[in-house]
């Protein structure tokens, strides 16, 4: 496995605003392969203390292999939801830094077994954490027209979903959908491309990322994690998350204008440049939050 496997996103904006002290407290939720790990590592001193998390086992696995040589670096397999748990196992009762990059990592988008991609043939399964129950085949073969339809309206942004609902619902009255393919012929069945194959790409994507998102509970846990990140912080804490959808995005702005101890600071979104966005297409959506503790 190579380091080239997922590109860290908006490096230079992440390091750079998360002002790092030499015995900050940090953790980061979403270590994946340890992209912004390793300059977040060059910063903290032997004082400090860094934690990273992530549900994936593989990319988990990576990151301690990867890290070894580090005596402040603590990988743990758990869902960032948890964070509090590794917090009190080392002592502390307050982070100063916290950072999430929040989604799907390129990794395991190309691994077609796991099935995050329409690109590939793969089973139905999406999910991030594979201890969890809940897989796409699951929700695409048992959730009602209803949820499907509000699934793909709300995580996916697609208005129009009837037909495709409709088209799932008499599929898996025959059979079950198992592949990546047998979702993809849904679509192919319930849009009128026009032979625009780009139209065609992004309805996939859309689909897919519903199913993704309701798969692993992202919006849930976004949730969960906003008080607690509040409640954990020290006075004068950084928190920075990266959203790559404008309703991840939506929750955290809702989340901390309701707060009266987390502020934004820069108030604005912040993108990223020109250069990376034509660089790393993966970049083209993402959106920066800077947040600040206040008070304590
Ligand atoms: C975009 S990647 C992170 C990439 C990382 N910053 C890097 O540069 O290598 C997102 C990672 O977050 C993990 N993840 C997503 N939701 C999570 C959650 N609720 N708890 C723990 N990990 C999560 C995924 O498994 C994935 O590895």
Known sequence: ??????????????????????????????AGFGGHTYHILNQLGRNGLYIGLDQDQTAINHCKNKFKSSAISHHYHDNFSNFDRYLSQHNKTTFSKFFLDLGVSSYQLDQEYRGFSHRFEGPLDMRMNTKNDLTAQDVLNTYSKESLSNIFFHFGQLKHNKKLVETIIHLRKHSPLKTTTDLRNCIKKSYFFNNKRSLFMKTCSQVFQAIRIEVNQEFNHIQTILPKLEHYAENNAIIIILTFHSSEDRLVKEYVKQSKTLIF???????????????????RSVKCRVIKKITS
């Open 1 to 30: 496995m190579t380091d080239t496997i997922h590109i860290p996103v908006m490096l230079n904006e992440v390091i750079n605003y998360l002002d790092i002290k030499e015995n900050d407290c940090l953790i980061e939720g979403t």
């Open 265 to 283: 600071e820069p108030k604005s979104v912040i993108k990223p440049s020109k250069e990376e966005r034509t660089k790393n297409s993966r970049s």
